[in-house]
């Protein structure tokens, strides 16, 4: 198993950044892809990006595409979402999850381990 723990929440003004971060314990963290969610206040969670095992590969939402950036340290057991130019819409609880699938990360069902999230809240 694994406990993943996000941080690096907060209030920030358009056109800001932030970069959160994702510090996973128990088993290797290598072994797992980390995808990244959030939720805003009536929404549905949706994807917003995700990082293979390696971090040689990543994946984004169409929404949030060349603002917003995924890496990873296995040695530090830490991923993190670099987030750039935010908007109001991008207002929003973000979760970190793991998984030990390589395929389908674009889906909540996908991952088994979830953080308790951290919110993010872009002033216009």
């Known amino acids: 198993q694994v406990q993943v723990v996000e941080s690096g929440g907060g209030l920030v003004q358009a056109g800001g950044s932030l970069r959160l971060s994702c510090a996973a314990t128990?088993?290797?963290?290598?072994?797992?892809?980390v995808g990244w969610f959030r939720q805003a206040p009536g929404k549905e969670r949706e994807f917003v990006g995700a990082?293979?095992?390696?971090?040689?590969?990543?994946e984004y939402a169409d929404s949030v595409k060349g603002r917003f950036a995924i890496s990873r340290d296995n040695a530090k057991n830490t991923a993190y979402l670099q987030m750039d130019s935010l908007k109001p819409e991008d207002t929003a609880v973000y979760y970190c999850?793991?998984?030990?699938?390589?395929?389908?990360?674009?889906?909540?069902?996908?991952?088994?381990?979830w953080g308790q999230g951290t919110q993010v809240t872009v002033s216009s």
């Open positions: 999850a793991a998984t030990t699938n390589t395929w389908s990360l674009r889906i909540r069902a996908a991952y088994g381990y």
């Open positions: 990082i293979s095992r390696s971090g040689g590969s990543t």
């Open positions: 128990g088993r290797t963290f290598s072994t797992y892809s």
